[in-house]
């Protein structure tokens, strides 16, 4: 039995060293240690043996076995190593390659132009909101006094998601005005931008979805000179000094008096043609409206708990898509939402 646990790790040793692979490495764990493996065959045998002899043979048996754990271990750690160097040679990297640019993107030149708007109101004190873009009619039209039958509500403006027509896109930031009222009370200062939608044909200076802006404040003696201070201080900040407004009188349900305010176009100069045609960035006008507003009317007020003897406040609704065509000198609002990299990389 001497000889036999010797001869086994003789062998056992050899065949370790010759291992070149993790997995032959195994297979000779498993035929020598293993529960049928050959030292364990001659453990089996050690009932035959002397009492005498037991213990000696025992000792033996389990020092064999150590080694050979041993040495497993050792060839396990090197073949490891090797493997290492083997896969470190094989993907070396030459640092000395020139490598691939990675371009850099950047803001969207309409969000450019809605953060700039955004931080002139912040230093103003207004606090910015958002809302959801699918809205009830009720706020969309009749809690801003726009009454069934307007034509305002009819199908073939509005997106609707249902047959009774209670659900929609909104098609303004507007409904904003009352989900702020009815959560705040005066003195309020806000600003909600955000999607609208409207099914208009797409041209120069429409499209079926666009943003808007919304403001509105309201607290004690505000007035009309407070809106067009507001609004022209605005206009100087984003277009400088030198940009030429206009207000004209309008008409809006949920404001009274109510206004509307054009910019001059920035292709055509106010002229309205180009080399003798019709400009096209404001189909002739020499104008280009870029927003709605008013002194909130009483009933909005009222409807939302706010008492229209002792409140006041204005409201505007912004076109980001004009306003950032003016700021950056876009003769086409369609060109906003292409998506073309020729386009977006000259901002
Ligand atoms: N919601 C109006 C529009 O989309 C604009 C507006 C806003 C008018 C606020 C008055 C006050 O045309």
């Given at each position: 039995?001497?000889?036999q646990?010797?001869?086994?790790?003789?062998?056992?040793?050899?065949?370790?060293?010759a291992?070149?692979?993790?997995?032959?490495?195994?297979?000779?764990?498993?035929?020598?240690?293993?529960?049928?493996?050959?030292?364990?065959?001659?453990?089996?045998?050690?009932?035959?043996?002397?009492?005498?002899?037991?213990?000696?043979?025992?000792?033996?048996?389990?020092?064999?076995?150590?080694?050979?754990?041993?040495?497993?271990?050792?060839?396990?750690?090197?073949?490891?190593?090797?493997?290492?160097?083997?896969?470190?040679?094989?993907?070396?990297?030459?640092?000395?390659?020139?490598?691939?640019?990675?371009?850099?993107?950047?803001?969207?030149?309409?969000?450019?132009?809605?953060?700039?708007?955004k931080?002139?109101?912040?230093?103003?004190?207004?606090?910015v909101?958002?809302?959801?873009?699918?809205?009830?009619?009720?706020?969309?039209?009749?809690?801003?006094?726009?009454?069934?039958?307007?034509?305002?509500?009819?199908?073939?403006?509005?997106?609707?998601?249902?047959?009774?027509?209670?659900?929609?896109?909104?098609?303004?930031?507007?409904p904003?005005?009352?989900?702020?009222?009815?959560?705040?009370?005066?003195?309020?200062?806000?600003?909600?931008?955000?999607?609208?939608?409207?099914?208009?044909?797409?041209?120069?200076?429409?499209?079926?979805?666009?943003?808007?802006?919304?403001?509105?404040?309201?607290?004690?003696?505000?007035?009309?000179?407070?809106?067009?201070?507001?609004?022209?201080?605005?206009?100087?900040?984003?277009?400088?000094?030198?940009?030429?407004?206009?207000?004209?009188?309008?008409?809006?349900?949920?404001?009274?008096?109510?206004?509307?305010?054009?910019?001059?176009?920035?292709?055509c100069?106010?002229?309205?043609?180009?080399?003798?045609?019709?400009?096209?960035?404001?189909?002739?006008?020499?104008?280009?409206?870029?927003?709605?507003?008013?002194?909130?009317h009483?009933?909005?007020?009222?409807?939302?708990?706010?008492?229209?003897?002792?409140?006041?406040?204005f409201?505007?609704?912004?076109?980001?898509?004009?306003?950032?065509?003016?700021?950056?000198?876009?003769?086409?609002?369609?060109?906003?939402?292409?998506?073309?990299?020729r386009?977006?990389?000259?901002?």
């Open positions: 039995m001497r000889e646990l010797e001869l086994i790790k003789q062998n056992a040793l050899a065949a370790l060293d291992a070149q692979t993790p997995a032959a490495l195994e297979e000779l764990r498993v035929k020598l240690l293993g529960k049928k493996g050959e030292l364990t065959a001659v453990l089996k045998m050690m009932g035959k043996l002397s009492p005498e002899e037991r213990p000696v043979m025992g000792q033996m048996a389990n020092a064999v076995r150590s080694e050979i754990e041993a040495k497993l271990e050792q060839c396990k750690a090197s073949i490891g190593a090797r493997a290492l160097e083997a896969k470190l040679a094989s993907e070396a990297i030459d640092v000395t390659i020139p490598g691939d640019t990675v371009e850099l993107g950047h803001q969207h030149p309409m969000n450019m132009v809605l953060q700039e708007i931080d002139i109101f912040v230093g103003m004190g207004y606090t909101v958002d809302g959801p873009e699918v809205e009830l009619a009720d706020y969309n039209f009749t809690r801003l006094n726009i009454e069934q039958g307007h034509p305002a509500r009819d199908r073939s403006d509005t997106f609707y998601f249902d047959d009774q027509d209670s659900v929609l896109l909104r098609t303004q930031t507007s904003m005005q009352i989900r702020f009222m009815e959560e705040h009370k005066p003195p309020l200062c806000m600003l909600a931008p955000g999607r609208v939608f409207r099914k208009d044909e797409a041209d120069a200076t429409h499209s079926p979805m666009f943003h808007q802006i919304e403001g509105l404040v309201v607290a004690e003696n505000i007035t009309m000179g407070d809106l067009k201070g507001a609004l022209i201080t605005i206009m100087n900040k984003i277009y400088g000094h030198d940009a030429q407004v206009r207000f004209r009188p309008h008409h809006f349900p949920f404001t009274e008096p109510s206004c509307e305010m054009d910019m001059q176009c920035h292709k100069h106010g002229t309205g043609e180009i080399d003798g045609n019709v400009c096209s960035t404001c189909h002739g006008e020499g104008w280009i409206e870029l927003l709605g507003a008013g002194m909130v009483p009933d909005v007020l009222r409807s939302c708990g706010i008492d229209p003897e002792k409140y006041s406040g409201a505007f609704g912004i076109g980001l898509e004009r306003t950032a065509m003016g700021r950056l000198k876009i003769t086409d609002l369609r060109l906003i939402f292409d998506n073309d990299v386009f977006l990389s000259q901002f």
